[in-house]
Every structure is written in structure tokens, then in C-alpha cells.
């Protein structure tokens, strides 16, 4: 094994249905970069090429034969083109640190593999989520994507910050990474439908998209779903600090 090969980060996804077949996907992916290992042999339907349905805000040049994102999707979709979105399925997910399991829909799974597809694929927009890749969640609730997103983006902050920039605080500049990703995932729905015969591929992207679009609202209501949990630790640090209390807020007993 190569030093490239070392430093990379594995994870295997295995669909297992009832019928007794399975689909497995390994996805490799650069430690450092959380980009996509690629293949050689990728294949490139028509439906992948950029003009092909192009989402309204892709920022790539005409220049660009191809979009990195469906061409990323090329196998995946192909793989579950005559499949159903409510066909069930037992999901596998395993990673060097740990195994997750659950069963449930295809829509649900093939949720959460094309979503690190779409992140890690070198499409300008998605790739503003790509560190949170390197903590993949399977199967994750709305509330816990929130809860990383914004863990996510604050962490970055604190980067800037740190480097002498003006960190945003108030996470009004996710709110748009948000928006502009919803986009997106219409437009390479758009692409999918055109790719499948049965409709799994395409609502494991409408998955997505619902939670993305609901995320600009959550944050420009100030997070009130996630603060009562917050309420004592918050607390603690005001005295660690030797703060004020702010007092009570939303939620708070």
C-alpha cells in the first residue's frame, strides 16, 4: 500500500433486501482534502454532461464538458435506476472507527451515500460542506444535521478568526450556503429523473433537499429547536467566564 493509499479515509456502504441481493459502494476519499478518490473509468452518460439540465446557479465554466457531481453519480444511479424509493433494505455503513447499521427504505440510504457524493465531487457550491464528511452521520435526523452544520460552520469561524479575519458569528453567510445548495439539489434531481426509470434515485435527492431547505429557517429563527438543551451548559460557561447571566431565554425553566 502507497503512502497515497494510507492517508486516505474509507467508507462501504452495503445495501442488503430481502430477496437476498446486495449492492455494496466503497467510497475513498483524500484525508487532507476530504475530495474524492477518483476512478479512471468513471463512466459519462449523456445526462451528466454541464448543460444537461444545468442547476440555475452552477458557477463552472462553459469550459466544463461534464458536471463533477452526476458524473460522480454516473454508477450509483445506474445501480438503482429500476428500483422503488420504499423497497426496504437492511444499510450497512462502515468506516475504520466504527460500523452502522439500519433498516429501512432504499430512499433513506441512498439518502445519505449521494450526499457524500455530492460534497466531495468538486462542485464549487456543494463543496462548502465537505468537512463535514470526515464525521458522516448515516441516517442522521433533521436536528442532527442542523446540530453539525452549525458545529461545522462555527469551527471555521474560529479559523478565520484566528487568521486575523472577521468571523460570522451569526451564521447569516450559512443561511445562503443553505440556500444555494437547494438549488442545486433541484437541478441534479432533474438529472436523476431523466437517468431512472422508478423513482428511489430521485427521492433519496428530495430527502436532501428538504433538509437543506428547512435549514436557512432554523437558523434565522435562532436555533430555538436545539437551545433548551444548552440551557445548563450555557449557564456553567457564563460563571466559568465570569459573565452576567443573560437570562432566561426561549425554552428555559
Given at each position: 500500500?502507497s503512502?497515497?493509499?494510507?492517508?486516505?479515509?474509507?467508507l462501504?456502504?452495503r445495501?442488503?433486501f430481502?430477496?437476498g441481493t446486495?449492492?455494496?459502494?466503497e467510497?475513498e476519499?483524500?484525508?487532507?482534502?476530504?475530495?474524492?478518490?477518483?476512478?479512471?473509468n468513471?463512466p459519462?452518460p449523456e445526462?451528466t454532461?454541464?448543460?444537461?439540465?444545468q442547476?440555475?446557479?452552477c458557477?463552472l465554466?462553459?469550459?466544463e464538458?461534464?458536471?463533477?457531481?452526476?458524473?460522480?453519480?454516473?454508477?450509483?444511479?445506474?445501480?438503482?435506476?429500476?428500483?422503488?424509493?420504499?423497497?426496504?433494505?437492511t444499510v450497512?455503513?462502515?468506516?475504520?472507527?466504527?460500523?452502522?447499521?439500519?433498516?429501512?427504505?432504499?430512499?433513506?440510504?441512498?439518502?445519505?451515500?449521494?450526499?457524500i457524493y455530492?460534497v466531495?465531487?468538486?462542485c464549487?457550491?456543494m463543496?462548502?460542506?465537505?468537512?463535514?464528511v470526515r464525521?458522516?452521520?448515516?441516517f442522521?435526523?433533521?436536528?442532527?444535521?442542523?446540530?453539525?452544520?452549525?458545529s461545522?460552520?462555527?469551527?471555521?469561524?474560529?479559523?478565520i478568526m484566528?487568521?486575523?479575519?472577521?468571523?460570522?458569528w451569526?451564521?447569516?453567510?450559512?443561511?445562503e450556503i443553505?440556500?444555494?445548495?437547494?438549488?442545486?439539489n433541484?437541478?441534479?434531481?432533474?438529472?436523476?429523473s431523466?437517468a431512472?426509470?422508478?423513482d428511489?434515485?430521485v427521492n433519496a435527492?428530495?430527502?436532501?433537499?428538504?433538509?437543506?431547505?428547512s435549514?436557512p429557517?432554523?437558523?434565522e429563527n435562532?436555533l430555538?429547536?436545539?437551545?433548551?438543551?444548552?440551557?445548563?451548559?450555557v449557564r456553567?460557561?457564563?460563571?466559568l467566564?465570569?459573565?452576567a447571566?443573560?437570562?432566561?431565554s426561549?425554552?428555559?425553566?
Open positions: 500500500m503512502d497515497k493509499e494510507k492517508d486516505r479515509v474509507k462501504i456502504y445495501f442488503d430481502d430477496n446486495h449492492q455494496d459502494f467510497i476519499l483524500d484525508a487532507d482534502t476530504m475530495g474524492l478518490v477518483l476512478e479512471s468513471r459519462h445526462w454532461k454541464l448543460k444537461y439540465h442547476c440555475e446557479n458557477p465554466p462553459d469550459t464538458e461534464y458536471c463533477p457531481v452526476a458524473v460522480n453519480l454516473a454508477s450509483l444511479v445506474e445501480s438503482f435506476k429500476d428500483s422503488i424509493s420504499f423497497e426496504r433494505t450497512t455503513v462502515q468506516t475504520k472507527e466504527r460500523v452502522f447499521q439500519k433498516d429501512t427504505t432504499l430512499q433513506k440510504g441512498l439518502s445519505a451515500l449521494i450526499g455530492m466531495t465531487s468538486n464549487p457550491i463543496d462548502r460542506l465537505r468537512p463535514m464525521f458522516h452521520l448515516p442522521a435526523t433533521s436536528k442532527e444535521t442542523v446540530y453539525r452544520a452549525v461545522m460552520y462555527l469551527t471555521a469561524q474560529f479559523f484566528r487568521k486575523g479575519g472577521v468571523p460570522d451569526e451564521l447569516k453567510n450559512l443561511s443553505y440556500k444555494a445548495i437547494s438549488i442545486v433541484r437541478g441534479v434531481s432533474k438529472r436523476i431523466h431512472s426509470h422508478k428511489a434515485n435527492v428530495v430527502i436532501l433537499h428538504s433538509v437543506g431547505e435549514l429557517y432554523v437558523i435562532g430555538n429547536d436545539i437551545e433548551p438543551m444548552f440551557t445548563q451548559y456553567q460557561l457564563e460563571e467566564q465570569g459573565i447571566p443573560t437570562g432566561n426561549p425554552g428555559m425553566k
